[in-house]
């Protein structure tokens, strides 16, 4: 689910940026080139690198051009994203004036400016059950093989619980408990980390990167207690 | 994760079966007292309360067989890292049915539980003997100990009776 809702945005993505970088189209060229069929595969091989290196300047000023020249289409998403990048590819010129699809909001930037909690394409009542869950899984069974965006993810939790049980206090003990799905785990975990862990401070886990998984090629991670 | 309706079981769930013995049948009742504390699957035993050997009671075996109780901890020196798995602690060989353990021969004398890294399991384990055993020796060393290569060595075949509980180092100091 969130996949295919990923890959219908770097399509899109794909697609847009070619379509604004076209800030001198004409409608003729466009109309002649409407009912030619594009060649998918190269439009959708060319484009991953356009959104980062466009995306990064002139966002919020490209978005009126394409409202402007091409009057046709409505809303900021093309109607046939596909059609248009791959007709205008043998016209690819520059990355002068890119556009990305925006769908959080109008901020859309490459790097990770001020972005402070990874919502794992989740509500956030999931997102917290999902975190507990895989927070839960790795104390008990010390490694796991899961996404590389849900292993960076619950690395916070992970350490956070591992300090609260090398504090050891009954008050801390009930607030693991409160987080952490099973008993069993909180009274084994306030049992051993304070040897294990006892002279390490902090980076109590190591992520590993490994191969992409098979059904969506989503990155993978292990991720384990040090 | 166990599945419910499959493993209510104490001794799968504590993955006693599966860790240091087989799927088996119980045949006989064997109750352990620590002091006045009864030993039921998973409780908790404090290492100071173990300290000397608890009190077996044997009911419903037959009384002409002989019976042998080997105590181990596949837990040692640490749950998440048993590398001295399993850590032998009692065994007693020629127990008389019916009778505990003082009425049989001590082949490994009894070692009180001490956890060093969190909550260890202790499992006691009854065998029923095929005859009297000869030629028992003491183990090398009390680590790196095998039941079920111990089992197969000396014809026991599957376990009788089992019960295990689990204890934790005592805090030394007051808790925060």
């Known amino acids: 689910m969130a996949l295919s809702s990923a890959f219908a945005v770097t399509?899109?993505?794909?697609?847009?940026?070619?379509?604004?970088?076209?800030?001198?189209?004409?409608?003729?060229?466009?109309?002649?080139?409407l009912p030619s069929l594009p060649p998918l595969p190269t439009s959708s091989i060319r484009f991953p690198h356009s959104p980062s290196s466009s995306s990064s300047r002139t966002l919020r000023i490209s978005r009126s051009k394409p409202k402007a020249l091409l009057p046709s289409f409505t809303g900021l998403a093309p109607l046939h994203p596909l059609f248009l990048s791959g007709s205008s590819s043998s016209e690819f010129t520059g990355f002068d004036h890119c556009f990305t699809i925006i769908d959080n909001g109008g901020r859309v930037s490459a790097m990770r400016h001020g972005r402070r909690v990874p919502k794992l394409n989740r509500p956030p009542d999931q997102r917290r059950a999902l975190i507990r869950g895989l927070t839960t899984q790795l104390l008990k069974y010390g490694r796991i093989k899961t996404t590389r965006a849900r292993a960076s993810a619950i690395r916070k939790y992970v350490d956070k619980m591992i300090t609260l049980a090398k504090d050891g206090s009954l008050h801390k003990r009930r607030q693991a408990l409160g987080f952490i799905y099973e008993k069993q785990i909180v009274h084994a975990l306030f049992a051993e980390v304070p040897e294990r862990y006892g002279e390490r401070n902090g980076g109590y886990t190591r992520i590993i990167?490994?191969?992409?998984?098979?059904?969506?090629?989503?990155?993978?991670?292990?991720?384990?207690?040090? | 994760m166990c599945m419910m309706g499959a493993s209510v079981d104490p001794l799968v769930v504590g993955r006693v079966i599966g860790d240091v013995i087989d799927m088996f049948v119980p045949s006989v009742g064997m109750s352990v007292y620590y002091g006045s504390k009864h030993v039921t699957n998973g409780c908790d035993i404090k290492p100071s309360m173990a300290t000397s050997p608890p009190k077996v009671t044997l009911t419903g075996g037959n009384i002409h067989s002989l019976y042998t109780l080997v105590m181990t901890d596949p837990d040692a020196p640490s749950p998440s890292e048993p590398t001295m798995r399993e850590w032998l602690h009692w065994v007693v060989v020629d127990i008389p049915g019916g009778t505990n353990p003082t009425q049989g021969k001590e082949i490994v004398a009894y070692m009180g539980p001490r956890p060093p890294v969190g909550i260890h399991r202790y499992i006691l384990i009854l065998f029923e003997q095929k005859g009297v055993l000869g030629g028992v020796e003491q183990p090398a060393a009390r680590a790196s100990?095998?039941?079920?290569?111990?089992?197969?060595?000396?014809?026991?075949?599957?376990?009788?009776?089992?019960?295990?509980?689990?204890?934790?180092?005592?805090?030394?100091?007051?808790?925060?």
């Open chain 1, 11 to 33: 399509a899109t993505t794909t697609a847009a940026a070619d379509t604004t970088s076209r800030s001198s189209w004409c409608m003729n060229s466009l109309r002649s080139t």
């Open chain 1, 209 to 226: 990167r490994t191969l992409p998984r098979r059904g969506d090629n989503a990155p993978m991670a292990f991720i384990e207690l040090v």
């Open chain 2, 145 to 176: 100990f095998n039941t079920r290569y111990f089992a197969r060595q000396f014809n026991l075949g599957l376990p009788v009776a089992t019960v295990y509980f689990n204890s934790q180092k005592e805090p030394a100091s007051k808790r925060r």
